[in-house]
C-alpha cells in the first residue's frame, strides 16, 4: 500500500451538493472546514424514492453469488451507506471479533489504517480530522478497546476534534450473562472525554444514531464522539419503510449559521483603538475554525502584540510574523508579568488560560482588561477573568477586521532572532538540535511536536510561517505526538511531515512507526534523546518534591526499534549529519525515517 497509490481513495458523496450557502455558515454534513461549505441536497420520500434508495444503498456493496445477502438493505450497508455520504471513508483502527460483521468484505472505496494498539488509530485520526478540517472515523474493539483509546481520547476531547468513534458490542442475545466482548455499560466507557455517546435501541436505528453522532461532533464546539454497534445488528435487514427514512437522514445537513453583531465589532474596535498597547492572545481554533486570515489582517491593523495562549494546540498566528512574540506560558504569575506592557487583551480561539502549574500571581497585569471571544460556552463561563462573547471565532474575527481603523502606534519590538546555529557534537543541547531541524526543512514543513522539556527550545528555533504548521495535543496526553504525525502526514501528502518528539514521549504509542512502515507513510520523525522525562524533573525542581523514582530512561534504543518496524533509522553525532539527515529524511517520500540525537539532560 502506497500513500498516493494503492490505498483505495475516498468515495465521492453519493447525493449531488448545492453550492455553499455562505461563508459564515457550518454544515455537519460532509464539511467542518468553514471556508468549503457545501450543503447537501434533501431528499423527499415522494414517488419511485424507494427504489432510488435501495438502488443506493446496494449500489456499492459487492455482489457476491454465494451469499445472496449481501446485497440486501441490511444495517450494515446502511451504515456504510452514510458513513460514504458525510464522506467519511478513511477509517483508522484496530479490530476484534466484535468488529467483523461491520468490518466483512469492505468496500473498495474505503480504505483503512490499522494501528496496532488503540492509541495510534485515535491519534493518527485526530490529526488527519484537524488537518482535512473534517470529521474522522475510528473503529474501535469493543470495552478494552475503548480503555486503550480513553488517553487519546481525552486528548481529542481537549483538541476539540470531531472523531466519530465506533466500537462493536457483544450480540445483544449474550449480553446479559456477560460472555466474552461484552460491554455492559458502552456509553459509559468513553465518558468524559466524548460529546456524546449512543448505542442503537434496536438495530433499525444504527444510522440514525450515527447521523446523530456526526452532527454532534461537527458542531462548534466540535468534539470525539462514540456509537456501539452490537455485532448481531449489522446483518439485520430494513424494511422498506425504514430503508427510506434511512435514505432520508443520510441526505439531510444540519447548519450552523454564523455572524457576529456589527455594533458588537464596533464597541471592541473603539476599546482596541483607546487602547495604549492591546495584545491579541490566539489559540487552537483561530485554524480550527478558518480565521487565520481575519485574524492577521486584524493584528496588523491595530498594531498588536501578538501571543499564543498555553497549551492550545495550534498556533493561531504566523510565527515568523514581526507581530508574534511567542508561546504564553501556562502560569498566571508568570502570564501577567510577561503582559505587563498591555492594557487591554483580547483574547480570540483559545481558553482563558490553560495554567499548569500553580504560579503565584494575579491573572492579569494591573490595570489591563481582558474580552475573551470562543465559540465554546463552557470556556467562557470558566474563565477566571474578561468579558466573554460566545461567537463563531471566524465570523467575530472578519467583524473585528471590517470595524477596525488603522492603528497609528507603532509596533511592539520583534523577539529574540532564530539562534545561530552553532556545529556541535553531541549530546546536543536542545537548542542546537532544533536550530539545526529548523535550518534543513522547508518553509511548507507541517511540524507536530510532542517533546517535553524541548518545546520552549523548539518555539525559539523553528518558526513556521504558514497556517496549519504546528500541531501538539491541547491534551497534553502523551502518546499523541507519534501516531498523530503519521495521520498529519496522511492528511497533508503534498507537504513534509516532521514530528518533534522526546525519547520519553516516543516510547507511548511507538507501534504507530510499524503503521508508517507498512503504509508507506513518509513522515520524518527527530527524537531528542536525554535518557530522561526531564521535564518532569524540571517540574519536580518547580514543585521541590526531591527523589521522584521513575524519571530515568537507560536503555532506550530508538533507532534499533524503528529499524525493526521497518523505518529507515538513523543516529546523528552532530549538528551537521542533522541537517543532512532532516534532508534526505524529508527528500525520501517512499518511506518513513528516523533520526535520533543524544541531548544534554534538563539542568535541575
Ligand atoms: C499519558 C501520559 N503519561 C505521563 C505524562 C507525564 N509526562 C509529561 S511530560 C513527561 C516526560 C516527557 O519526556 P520526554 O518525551 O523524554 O521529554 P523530555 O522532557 O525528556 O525532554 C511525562 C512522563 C503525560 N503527560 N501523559
Ligand atoms: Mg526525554
Redesign the pocket.
Known amino acids: 500500500m502506497t500513500l498516493n497509490g494503492c490505498i483505495s481513495v475516498a468515495a465521492k458523496p453519493s447525493a449531488p451538493s448545492r453550492p455553499p450557502l455562505s461563508n459564515s455558515a457550518l454544515t455537519s454534513q460532509n464539511a467542518v472546514n468553514t471556508d468549503e461549505v457545501s450543503v447537501r441536497n434533501s431528499t423527499t420520500r415522494a414517488g419511485g424514492a424507494l427504489t432510488q434508495v435501495r438502488t443506493s444503498l446496494r449500489k456499492h456493496h459487492r455482489a457476491d453469488s454465494t451469499t445472496p445477502e449481501a446485497t440486501m438493505t441490511t444495517v450494515r450497508n446502511a451504515i456504510l451507506d452514510l458513513l460514504r455520504s458525510h464522506n467519511l471513508t478513511t477509517w483508522f483502527g484496530n479490530p476484534g471479533s466484535s468488529e467483523l460483521a461491520l468490518l466483512q468484505d469492505f468496500p473498495d472505496d474505503f480504505r483503512y489504517l490499522l494501528g496496532l494498539q488503540e492509541m495510534v488509530p485515535v491519534g493518527m485520526a485526530d490529526a488527519y480530522a484537524q488537518i482535512t478540517r473534517r470529521p474522522a472515523l475510528v473503529n474501535l474493539h469493543t470495552a478494552p478497546g475503548m480503555g486503550n483509546a480513553q488517553?487519546q481520547l481525552y486528548n481529542a476531547f481537549v483538541n476539540k476534534t470531531p472523531l466519530i468513534v465506533t466500537a462493536g458490542n457483544q450480540r445483544r442475545t449474550m449480553q446479559n450473562q456477560y460472555c466474552l466482548l461484552t460491554n455492559a455499560e458502552p456509553t459509559t466507557v468513553p465518558k468524559p472525554f466524548v460529546k456524546w455517546a449512543g448505542e442503537p435501541a434496536v438495530a433499525s436505528e444504527a444510522p440514525a444514531v450515527l447521523a446523530r453522532a456526526i452532527h454532534i461532533a461537527t458542531s462548534p464546539p466540535m468534539g470525539p464522539v462514540f456509537v456501539s454497534l452490537p455485532m448481531d445488528d449489522m446483518p439485520v435487514e430494513l424494511h422498506d419503510d425504514q430503508a427510506v427514512d434511512v435514505a432520508v437522514l443520510r441526505d439531510r445537513s444540519v447548519t450552523h449559521a454564523a455572524g457576529f453583531p456589527p455594533n458588537l465589532a464596533q464597541q471592541i474596535c473603539a476599546r482596541l483603538a483607546a487602547a495604549t498597547s492591546p495584545a491579541l492572545i490566539v489559540g487552537g481554533d483561530v485554524e480550527r475554525y478558518g480565521a487565520w486570515d481575519a485574524v492577521i489582517g486584524l493584528a496588523e491593523r491595530t498594531q498588536s502584540a501578538v501571543w499564543t495562549a498555553p497549551l492550545t494546540g495550534w498556533s493561531g498566528f504566523p510565527e515568523d510574523h514581526a507581530l508574534y512574540q511567542g508561546i504564553l506560558p501556562p502560569g498566571a504569575g508568570w502570564i501577567s508579568h510577561l503582559l505587563a506592557d498591555h492594557d487591554l487583551l483580547l483574547v480570540i480561539g483559545a481558553p482563558v488560560f490553560r495554567y499548569y502549574p500553580l504560579v503565584p500571581g494575579r491573572y492579569l497585569p494591573d490595570g489591563a482588561s481582558l474580552i475573551h471571544i470562543t465559540n465554546d460556552p463552557d470556556e467562557a463561563a470558566r474563565a477566571p477573568v474578561g468579558d466573554a462573547i460566545v461567537a463563531d471565532v471566524a465570523s467575530a474575527a472578519r467583524a473585528l477586521l471590517a470595524a477596525a481603523k488603522a492603528s497609528q502606534r507603532s509596533a511592539p519590538p520583534p523577539r529574540a532572532q532564530i539562534p545561530q546555529l552553532e556545529a556541535a557534537e553531541v549530546p546536543l543541547k536542545?537548542e542546537a538540535l532544533w536550530t539545526a531541524v529548523g535550518q534543513a526543512a522547508p518553509p511548507e514543513t507541517l511540524w507536530v511536536s510532542?517533546?517535553?522539556?524541548?518545546e520552549v527550545a523548539i518555539t525559539r528555533s523553528i518558526r513556521p510561517g504558514r497556517p496549519l504548521s504546528h500541531l501538539s495535543a491541547a491534551g497534553?496526553?502523551?502518546?499523541w505526538g507519534l501516531p498523530a504525525s503519521v495521520g498529519a502526514q496522511l492528511a497533508a501528502a503534498d507537504r513534509p511531515v516532521v514530528a518533534l518528539?522526546?525519547?520519553?514521549?516516543?516510547h507511548?504509542a511507538i507501534t504507530a512507526l510499524w503503521t508508517a512502515a507498512q503504509y508507506q507513510i513518509p513522515v520524518t520523525i527527530v527524537v531528542?534523546s536525554?535518557a530522561?522525562?526531564?521535564?518532569?524533573k524540571?517540574f519536580g525542581v518547580w514543585e521541590k518534591t526531591p527523589n521522584v523514582p521513575g524519571l530515568d530512561?537507560p536503555g532506550l534504543n530508538v533507532v534499533a526499534t524503528a529499524a525493526s518496524y521497518g523505518v529507515d533509522a538513523h543516529e546523528a553525532r552532530c549538528t551537521d549529519e542533522v541537517v543532512e539527515l532532516v534532508k534526505s529524511g524529508i527528500a525520501d517520500r517512499g518511506r518513513p525515517t528516523l533520526i535520533n540525537a543524544r541531548t544534554t539532560p534538563?539542568e535541575t
Do not use: T
Open positions: 488517553g536542545p510532542e517533546a517535553g522539556s524541548n497534553g496526553g502523551l502518546g518528539m522526546g525519547d520519553g514521549s516516543m507511548y531528542a536525554n530522561e522525562y526531564g521535564v518532569v524540571e530512561l534538563v
